[in-house]
């Protein structure tokens, strides 16, 4: 067996051990498997790409888990309850072990429950956890594509505009742009015809529609990875397309436009092209960066489908 069937078949197996936990916790706790996995997805790709991946990538902080006073980090359930610590045992062995992954997940389910167990309860219980909106968003929209698709092993991409029609695009982050001030350019552009296809590169959830000035008619979709994609300048938009609809790889958004630098209904200003931004939260801020080799990357996927 070669190289890249072992990874892929280690990889195979890391999601089934992922599934099989948040499907348990969801037996134990009535709270349905895709609310662990969304949290458990979005910690994992806050952490920095050198460390080590696990199961389960969720973490509390020491003194939330083993309570102010427990300063050796006792495990025993009962000293932890005694010092008003978070961490529950979750396989029956009588300890909270932070490092065990049953443990954390019904540790995250009782924290959820102190709140209830409706959607509206979920989002309380997120936002006291971790104190910012993004961040409950983020886990509800990857909750919601959990959902629909029954699957946490989420991988195909896809490119941005149709690759039937004709197109061209080379790497433009990072040029400097003029209109509204002095700035640089958060994206790469995808010059293609009029009324050339627009569709999602991933699976995620359509968080943003409408007009902007600089971007005209625009899209932003949040992904399980906690990325953001920005599709601007387009001509409007699929009678099928929603704010809050779930997407995945190929769903048609749109089509190229020229539209922007002005108010609503302007076009015509540039080229007709799509710009498309990449933009990555870490948990605490949110920032652009190249998108250019994956589409490289999603444009070669998209053709060996063909």
């Known amino acids: 067996m070669n190289a890249n069937a072992v990874n892929a078949e280690n990889e195979e197996s890391v999601y089934d051990k992922r599934m099989a936990l948040f499907k348990k916790t969801e037996a134990l706790t009535q709270i349905p498997w895709y609310y662990f996995a969304a949290i458990d997805n979005y910690e994992r790709n806050i952490k920095s790409s050198d460390e080590p991946e696990q199961v389960i990538s ?15 980090q006792i495990t025993d359930v ?28 019904y540790t995250m389910a009782m924290l959820i429950l102190e709140y209830g167990p409706t959607e509206d ?9 971790y104190q910012r909106d993004l961040t409950v968003q983020t886990i509800m929209n990857t909750a ?6 029954q699957d946490i092993n989420l991988t195909d991409r896809d490119f941005p505009v149709s690759i039937q029609h004709n197109y061209s695009y080379r790497n433009t982050w990072g040029d400097r742009r003029g209109f509204g001030g002095l700035r640089i350019h958060e994206g790469t552009d995808i010059f293609a015809n009029y009324g050339v296809p627009v569709q999602s590169t991933t699976y995620g959830v359509i968080e943003m529609m409408g007009w902007n000035l600089y971007g005209g008619w625009r899209i932003g979709i949040r ?8 599709y601007a300048h387009m001509s409007g938009y699929d009678d099928n ?3 809050g609809q779930v997407v995945q790889p190929g769903d048609v958004l749109g089509s190229v436009g020229s539209t922007g630098y002005g108010p609503p209904g ?23 960066f190249d998108p250019y080799p994956y589409l490289r990357k999603w444009e070669r996927m998209a ?4």
């Open 303 to 306: 053709r060996d489908k063909q």
């Open 58 to 72: 969720i973490g509390f902080a020491s003194e939330l888990w083993f309570g102010p006073g427990n300063s050796s």
């Open 144 to 149: 919601k594509v959990f959902a629909t698709f």
């Open 241 to 243: 397309i929603k704010l």
């Open 223 to 230: 992904d399980i990875f906690n990325i953001y994609h920005y």
């Open 78 to 105: 009962t000293i932890i309850d005694t010092f008003d610590g978070e961490g529950k045992d979750g396989n029956g062995d009588g300890k909270a072990d932070p490092a065990n992954e049953e443990d954390v997940l």
């Open 121 to 129: 309860d979920i989002k309380i219980a997120l936002w006291n956890h």
């Open 266 to 288: 302007t076009s015509g200003k540039f080229p007709p092209h799509l710009h498309y931004g990449m933009y990555k939260d870490n948990g605490y801020s949110e920032w652009s």
